[in-house]
Nanobody, 119 residues
Framework: QVQLVESGGGLVQAGGSLKLSCAAS????????MDWYRQGPGKQRELVAG???????KYADFVKGRFTISRDNAKNTGYLQMNSLEPEDTAVYYC?????????????WGQGTQVTVSS
């Protein structure tokens, strides 16, 4: 049974920082790619950042220069460091991992973690 468990969300004032974690557990061979998404109140889920197995990184324009995505393959864990947070960043943040398990690739989602930025 593979699970993604997210942590690190919370309430922070504008200009503050949070670091989200997404840990994969179970019989995993490797992480192919990992993305972070978010869904704000009344909004559709949107891509925030992604990192491939080769380390290629992409960011949404609205987080460039403020957020940093990273991964620790040895720990099967991904991270999203969020700095200079703005009230508009308030959302539920979800991680998505494409995992190689027994020779096949599967997509998994975390349970989501709430990030609230006060003005």
């Amino acid at each position: 049974q593979v699970q993604l468990v997210e942590s690190g969300g919370g309430l922070v004032q504008a200009g503050g920082s949070l670091k989200l974690s997404c840990a994969a557990s179970g019989s995993i061979f490797s992480i192919n790619a990992m993305d972070w998404y978010r869904q704000g109140p009344g909004k559709q889920r949107e891509l925030v950042a992604g990192i491939t197995s080769g380390g290629k990184i992409k960011y949404a324009d609205f987080v460039k220069g403020r957020f940093t995505i990273s991964r620790d393959n040895a720990k099967n864990t991904g991270y999203l460091q969020m700095n200079s947070l703005e009230p508009e960043d308030t959302a539920v943040y979800y991680c998505n991992m494409n995992l190689r398990i027994a020779g096949l690739d599967y997509s998994y989602w975390g349970q989501g973690t709430q990030v609230t930025v006060s003005s």
